[in-house]
């Protein structure tokens, strides 16, 4: 028997919970097989059966009446024996009823900003999404017959959570408080209020049979019952009504277990369902909220495309992950289809298969690629020197299929922006410059180089422009700038070598030829009136703070630590923390060792404090390096060194790469223990043999030293580029030379300095802002925070910078921010009021990754292979297809599915312990009433 009580929603998940009670015998449950069942049958049989023919045997010289009596009591006992035996069993169970989901997928990829056809003025394929979803209301058609989830995926490992709606969760919960509180008030039970009716006339009528039979006189007619057939009838109307009197008042107790039986029958106030209601509300307060619904306000905004990847398989994977299988009705994909990241569609496809779930991929683009040109890159210097020719390079790309013959332009003039970037849209107008190109439309990257010769000192403005080309789809990217800045000093740059290496020989003559180059060197084994290639030959390291902040940059090449002072590695210290100074630590196998074996000597911290790596402390046989080693070993770089300007020794960052693995490797190092946390690591000697602790040793690191850099190099090697090109070696230690001394030649003003931790980055990266600041009277700032103004193509933006911890030195801050959009972004962090403003700036030049853009048509092939494995339904959606007729088609192709599942609960020990009560009740009554009967009667 199954009875419904309550409906309820499931917190958090949208499912309906109807509750109801079953009322079962749990021995009937456990008998197996006929047998048992026609044993059961015919024992209950044999015992009514004797029951009936001994009573028959025992009253036959008694009234009819009074042996029927007797005979209706003796079957009241056993039908209450058998109700013992098949265990009659009350629980509460709950059929959850899962509504049915959709989730709805959309790409947000680059690639989604180009145009859906190679018609002008078409819309992107961004904007097309935004309407089918909002203007043709896909997802509230949907959610009236599913939960909707709507994510959106680019270059994420996860989907980012849009929307959700459907499922009627809230109109459920505002049903279910509605019943809640049109609850009636607790009244008195019917059912018991009339059982306790019937036993007080059971009552009446056994005193009316004790009287009416001892006031009868004996006749002889009552020896055979004649004369009292109407105190037997009395007697049964009195059994009847006990029984069924006992009958009601314990079903009422028994089936309403919140309540007392006072309460049942109006003699008191019902206590005990007060508290339980009490309790089920305080249990209802600490019961977690529901979840509020998610809801887009602009679908353009919140799918715009701008992730530098499209990772479909990730994103499907993810949702097969998060989402039950059973309920999800369909994966809606609103992609272009062009998977370049992450992990394979292939995988996902079979995920969704063998769970069962179809993926319905809505098609969004052209099959033929547009018509587009744009600049993907440009690179320009943010610091030259008047008169000093410097190239300007940029990468073209053009898709559509066609080869396009483009005029491209170089154009340049002061930089206007101002302080809150009012004018950051205001390119130079100024034309220095103008080339003719072809590009093939298959999307290959094609270079072209610009040469200028700057001659007034200043900020300046350049761009790199393509004249406006006939069905070009998108012409915002058909510009790119960039700032610069025209210095008229000159670098100063002292190197130390402990011997005359080959490395240091190189590097001294390469700077001293460098026009843009003081150089200054110190050679610790130099002889006096030795002749070196330099401005000034020094005999000892500068002594005094105005000798040495003179520098922007000093090279160490194995240098002998012990011939510096004490008081010149405070110096040096100095220099590097407070003044931007660019330190280069080239490690060699002579003097290295040395300095680690003076452990007692002071100026050992120090030192190791200026490397970006640890050394182990076990002594030289542990981690001593490699020296006069027999093989070349490549480098290993990671992926910071490919973003790493400084290690790109020529115009394309992987032909710089082939050029450093063709240069055939190292042999030598010193040894490494490890880099430091706040390192940055560019490459390791990548022999497997030297592994220590799993780990390489490393070969190339950097780190921040208070507002100064160091960069540290495991060995003096650099110069066996010089036999594939002599061109590579000079253009690295040249910019890694401008690299470190970053710093000096950035400091737009004396009170500090702002530094960004790589000045190109891809749309997405995060870059690290570092900031050296002091008061108006040069202490260091200790201000909470300070706040910088990002000036980007789109706008400016707010980026916070606060107290590095655990930095000991006062007056360093640091931060970070994202960026979203390519072209040149600049950041400003002005101090001081309108009369004493001090401005500090940095260039960041982004761009956007070319593996988006490479292949910009739709690809039909995969996305309607993957609807036919999951056993969906692929819709292309060209520019002339009515965004309403597919939401109506995609709304009658998905269908329901929802999921019902019965949690059958446990027992009511209070119904079982009631009805238990009101069995042996009536079992002792009814052997009450048989005993006085038969006394009555004189039997036996």
Not at 384 to 396: G, I, R, T
Not at 446 to 451: L, T
Not at 714 to 737: H, N, P, Q, V
């Amino acid at each position: 028997m199954q009875e419904t009580l309550d409906q309820s929603t499931l917190p958090g998940d949208g499912g309906m919970a109807l509750e109801s009670t079953v009322y079962e015998f749990a021995r009937a449950g456990s008998i197996e097989g006929w047998w048992w069942w026609a044993l059961l049958l015919i024992s209950t049989a044999v015992v009514i059966f004797g029951c009936a023919r001994f009573y028959r045997r025992d009253t036959a010289e008694l009234s009819r009446s009074v042996g029927i009596t007797l005979i209706f009591l003796r079957l009241t006992i056993v039908v209450a024996l058998l109700f013992f035996f098949f265990d009659l069993q009350r629980r509460t169970q709950r059929e959850v009823l899962r509504p049915s989901e959709v989730v709805v997928l959309v790409d947000t990829s680059q690639s989604m900003s180009l145009a859906e056809s190679d018609t002008l003025g078409s819309d992107s394929r961004a904007k097309r999404a935004a309407e089918i979803l909002a203007d043709h209301e896909l997802i509230n058609r949907l959610g009236q017959q599913h939960r909707v989830n709507v994510y959106s995926f680019g270059d994420a490992p996860e989907p980012l959570l849009l929307q959700t709606n459907g499922g009627n969760t809230e109109g459920s919960v505002q049903a279910e408080d509605s019943v809640d509180n049109l609850a009636p008030p607790r009244r008195p039970s019917p059912v018991a209020v009339t059982g306790m009716i019937l036993l007080g006339l059971a009552f009446v009528l056994s005193l009316s049979s004790l009287l009416v039979g001892g006031l009868s006189a004996p006749t002889p007619d009552s020896q055979t019952g004649g004369g009292r057939e109407g105190l037997g009838w009395l007697l049964g109307a009195t059994a009847v009504t006990m029984c069924v009197g006992i009958l009601m008042c314990g079903f009422a107790y028994s089936s309403s277990t919140t309540r007392s039986f006072a309460s049942l029958v109006g003699f008191a106030d019902d206590e005990l369902s007060q508290q339980d209601d009490a309790e089920g509300s305080e249990s209802g307060d600490d019961a977690e909220p529901a979840q509020p619904p998610i809801k887009v306000l602009n679908w353009e905004e919140a799918i715009a495309a701008s992730a530098s990847q499209s990772r479909i398989g990730d994103a499907i994977s993810n949702v097969l992950a998060s989402h039950d299988p059973t309920t999800l009705a369909g994966i809606v994909l609103m992609t272009d289809g062009q998977n370049n990241g992450g992990s394979n569609v292939a995988s996902a496809m079979a995920l969704a298969k063998r769970g069962e779930v179809s993926v319905y991929p809505v098609g969004l683009g052209s099959s033929e690629p547009p018509t587009n040109v744009r600049v993907v890159d440009l690179d320009a210097p943010k610091r030259v020197y008047p008169n000093d020719k410097f190239a300007v390079s940029a990468v073209l790309q053009a898709t559509g299929g066609d080869s396009l013959k483009i005029q491209v332009q170089l154009l340049d003039g002061l930089d206007s922006t101002t302080t809150d970037g009012n004018a950051s849209g205001a390119l130079p107008t100024e034309v220095v410059d103008s080339q003719s190109v072809t590009l093939s439309g298959d999307g290959s990257l094609v270079g072209i180089k610009f040469e200028m010769e700057p001659e007034s000192v200043g900020r300046r403005r350049l761009a790199i422009r393509i004249l406006p080309v006939e069905k070009d789809q998108n012409q915002k990217d058909d510009v790119s700038d960039a700032r610069y800045e025209v210095v008229a000093r000159k670098l100063r740059v002292l190197t130390i070598a402990g011997g005359p290496t080959r490395e240091y020989r190189f590097v001294r003559n390469l700077l001293h030829r460098e026009k843009s180059i003081r150089l200054d060197t110190w050679l610790q084994t130099g002889q006096p009136g030795m002749s070196q290639d330099a401005d000034q030959l020094l005999t000892e390291f500068p002594a005094t703070p105005a000798e040495l902040f003179e520098y922007d940059a000093i090279a160490m090449f194995d240098p002998d630590w012990t011939q510096i002072p004490a008081a010149s590695i405070d110096l040096l210290d100095r220099w590097l923390a407070s003044q931007s100074g660019g330190l280069i630590i080239v490690g060699g196998p002579v003097y290295h060792p040395r300095w680690l074996r003076l452990r007692t000597d002071p100026r050992v911290a120090r030192i190791a404090s200026f490397f970006p790596v640890t050394f182990s402390s076990r002594g030289l046989m542990m981690g001593s390096g490699r020296e006069g080693g027999e093989t070349a070993w490549p480098l290993e770089f990671t992926p910071e060194a490919r973003r790493a300007e400084f290690l790109w020794v020529t115009d394309d960052p992987a032909t710089s790469f082939e050029a450093w693995d063709s240069f055939g490797g190292v042999y030598d190092y010193v040894g490494v223990k490890a880099a430091k946390p706040i390192a940055k690591v560019y490459a390791y000697f990548s022999d497997p043999t030297t592994r220590i602790s799993d780990s390489l040793p490393v070969y190339m690191a950097s780190q921040f030293y208070g507002a100064g850099r160091v960069f540290f190099q495991g060995s003096g090697e650099m110069w066996r580029m010089r036999r594939e090109s002599d061109a590579y070696f000079d253009s690295y230690y040249t910019k890694l030379i401008r690299w470190v001394s970053e710093g000096r030649l950035l400091r737009d003003s004396n009170r500090g300095l702002l530094l960004v931790d790589t000045p190109r980055a891809m749309v997405g990266d995060t870059i690290t802002v570092r900031a050296v600041l002091t008061d108006e009277q040069f202490e260091p700032l200790t201000l909470p925070e300070v706040k910088a103004k990002l000036i980007t193509p789109k706008g400016v933006e707010d980026v916070r910078l606060t107290p590095v911890e655990g930095e000991s030195r006062p007056g360093i801050y640091s931060g970070r921010f994202v960026v979203r959009t390519d072209g040149n972004h600049e950041l400003r962090l002005t101090l001081g009021d309108a009369l004493n403003e001090e401005v500090f700036r940095q260039n960041v030049q982004v761009r956007l990754p070319t593996v988006e853009l490479e292949r910009p048509r739709r690809n039909d092939e995969d996305l309607d292979s993957l609807a036919r494995t999951t056993g969906g339904k692929y819709w292309k959606v060209d520019a002339d297809a009515s965004g309403q007729t597919l939401a109506e088609d995609i709304v009658s192709t998905i269908r329901p599915q929802p999921q019902i599942t019965i949690l059958p609960g446990t027992p009511d020990a209070i119904f079982t312990e009631r009805r238990n009560a009101m069995l042996l009740w009536l079992i002792a009554s009814a052997l009450t009433m048989e005993w006085v009967i038969r006394r009555l009667h004189r039997l036996a």
